[in-house]
């Protein structure tokens, strides 16, 4: 980086840009205007003074550019002294129109960059052969419905002895189940009724309601069957449902 210093006597007092009358002092500073020697390194010393177009410049070392001839991104000022950021050039000046086309000119003799060769495209595979696809005879699939059909019209017996007696099992238990239901219901119905009993007799004690009403809601009691002991069933096959 290079720093802004202060001149000395022998420094010149204006900017070494094509020109630029800015000259050192209090009247620059006060308006934020910076100066900055040219670097020390002798190739890029050189830009800067190809970059100013003055004929038969050389740079010493009390020449100084002002601030008015770099970007804004040039500079850092982080800290207390206004630095140049490393490998910057001035790049604004106010040059005149002859000079204006020499810049042009060596703008477009540069030599362009070609640009990076394109990779060729990979091959492309040939598509593999298509195969006749092998026509498949239809098949419906069965349906919820029909295999519950299957099922309740299934009255052969199985072969094997273990799955006769599980189907046996299965059977009596469902006939528990259906036993167990009616029995329920039926206390239930009773119940019921016994109920509707008494609010009949408490209606008929407050002389709300005749006898004949009475009697026509009156059933028959309600039988209930009585429920039978629980007993191990055993299931005994026939020794000649055993053979093969």
């Known amino acids: 980086m290079f720093f802004c210093r202060r001149a000395d006597k022998k420094m010149p007092n204006f900017c070494a840009a094509y020109g630029c009358s800015n000259e050192w002092g209090t009247h620059s500073r006060s308006r934020g205007i910076t100066f900055h020697r040219f670097p020390k390194d002798s190739v890029r010393k ?5 970059a100013l177009k003055r004929k038969d410049f050389e740079a010493t070392q009390y020449s100084r ?3 008015e001839h770099f970007r804004a991104e040039d500079f850092d000022r982080t ?21 204006r086309k020499a810049c042009m000119k060596q703008e477009k003799s540069q030599p362009v960059a070609p640009p990076p060769p394109v990779a060729p495209p990979p091959p492309v595979a040939p598509p593999p052969p298509v195969s006749e696809p092998v026509p498949q005879p239809d098949v419906k699939p069965k349906t919820g419905a029909e295999d519950e059909i299957k099922n309740e019209h299934n009255y052969a017996l199985p072969a094997s002895p273990a799955a006769l007696k599980a189907r046996l099992l299965e059977a009596l238990a469902r006939v528990e189940s259906l036993e167990r239901k009616e029995r329920n219901s039926m206390i239930r ?3 019921a009724k016994k109920h509707l009993q008494a609010l009949l007799r408490g209606l008929r004690m407050n002389n709300l309601i005749s006898d004949g009403r009475l009697d026509l809601t009156a059933g028959p009691p309600v039988k209930v069957k009585p429920r039978r002991r629980r007993r191990r069933r055993t299931v005994l096959l026939d020794s000649s449902a055993t053979r093969p």
């Open 65 to 67: 550019i002002c601030s």
């Open 79 to 99: 800290g207390q002294t206004v630095r140049l950021r490393d490998g910057v050039k001035p790049s604004i000046f106010n040059f005149p129109p002859h000079l």
């Open 46 to 50: 050189r830009e800067w003074e190809r």
């Open 189 to 191: 119905e009773r119940r």
